[in-house]
């Protein structure tokens, strides 16, 4: 289970690299407005707000990154916490879809964190 709990961590954390790499750097490009379902025109007024959410999820891929390194279950639990709360305020606000990328994967992670323990 610690096996599994690990793998499912990192792979949280790398999503949300990515999510980085999409908001930050190819925030204008197809595949970021795809992604997000923006238009150019949309993409190019928000692209300095892009970048600092991108900033954002990676200092959650980053807190992962640590409790993983660190072997901490309690790191890697808060900043699942903090990536599901983020995925449940985008699913209401923005797109429900956020609710099975960010908060499903999240929790389950969180759960095999608690069970491995």
Same mark, same amino acid.
């Given at each position: ?52 959410? +991108? #900033? %954002?999820?990676?200092?959650? *891929?980053?807190?992962? /990154?640590?409790?993983?390194? !660190?072997?901490? $279950? &309690? ?11 983020? +995925? #449940? %305020?985008?699913?209401?606000? *923005?797109?429900?879809? /956020?609710?099975?990328?960010? !908060?499903?994967? $999240? &929790? ?10």
């Amino acid at each position: 289970m610690t096996l599994l709990a690990a793998a499912l961590v990192g792979l949280i954390a790398l999503l949300h690299g990515y999510i980085l790499v999409l908001e930050m750097f190819l925030w204008t490009t197809p595949r970021a407005m795809k992604a997000f379902g923006t238009t150019p025109e949309f993409a190019a007024t928000t692209r300095v707000m892009a970048g600092n959410q +991108g #900033l %954002y999820n990676g200092f959650l *891929a980053a807190g992962l /990154i640590w409790g993983l390194v !660190t072997g901490s $279950a &309690a790191i890697q639990l808060f900043f699942l916490a903090c990536v599901a709360v983020a +995925g #449940l %305020y985008g699913a209401a606000t *923005a797109n429900r879809r /956020i609710l099975f990328i960010q !908060t499903v994967p $999240a &929790a389950l992670a969180a759960l095999a964190v608690l069970l491995a323990r």
